[in-house]
């Protein structure tokens, strides 16, 4: 299970850590990984893996053997990502040139479009050869580590979660795309081989949507 940062993850961790929803998962049977993450250290408070540890693995008692990391506060980001790729192929057992297959990959959206750690004009959207590789974010932490189009792609469920009016027409923009010769936002080149897609939207996230897809979100 790959996991993302964000207010929309956390919300996610509080649902799955109360007392309706935390004894429906045997969670001593899943392995966390990482989709992206900011160049900082564990303790920073933007980083990805802070937010999960906290909100997350301590109130499930998950243990340490079962997460895997992306260590962002290694001094050369692509040395960490190498690194990354490293552990995502012994876990998997999935040697080069083949990709290893997620069994769930959460997701987020930024206005931007861009998703992971994935943003518009960045080499990041485009790299084909590696599992991982560095992201430059336009504001903020600027370095990230991030899993690479290719990955997301070969996942057997990815799952976007999305809320809020600021991310209505970016929503819009990946799902019903009007301009067919704009170049496709990086959230829109999400597209799994052979799993499936799911968009889980609040009902100000899809307001610009089509009726069909209001309906289905």
């Known amino acids: ?3 993302s940062g ?3 993850p956390k919300l996610l961790y509080g649902g799955l850590t109360s007392p309706e929803w935390r004894s429906q998962i045997q969670w001593d049977r899943v392995m966390f990984v990482f989709g992206d993450e900011r160049c900082v250290p564990p303790e920073h408070p933007e980083s ?4 999960a540890q906290t909100a997350l693995f301590q109130p499930l ?3 340490p053997d079962q997460v895997y990391r992306m260590k962002g506060e290694m001094p050369d980001p692509a040395a960490a990502a ?3 790729e490293e552990t995502l192929r012994a876990l998997t057992a999935c040697p080069a040139p083949e990709i290893p297959p997620l069994d769930l990959v959460l997701l987020g959206l930024g206005e931007d479009g861009h998703t992971a750690s994935l943003f518009p004009g960045t080499t990041a959207v485009t790299e084909q050869r590696r599992l991982v590789t560095v992201g430059q974010a336009p504001k903020g932490i600027v370095s990230r580590l991030t ?20 991310k209505a027409q970016t929503v819009r923009a ?14 829109a080149l999400v597209r799994p081989e052979n799993g499936r897609l799911i968009w889980l939207l609040d009902r100000s996230a899809g307001a610009s949507l089509s009726e069909p897809h209001r309906g289905a979100s």
Do not use: D, H, K
């Open 1 to 3: 299970m790959a996991l």
């Open 6 to 8: 964000g207010s929309t």
């Open 48 to 51: 990805n893996y802070g937010l």
């Open 61 to 63: 008692g998950i243990s």
């Open 82 to 84: 190498r690194e990354y």
């Open 147 to 166: 899993l690479t189009v290719g990955v997301l792609n070969r996942a057997t469920v990815v799952l976007f979660l999305v809320t809020g009016a600021g």
């Open 174 to 187: 990946v799902i019903e795309p009007r301009n067919q010769m704009e170049p496709a936002l990086p959230a």
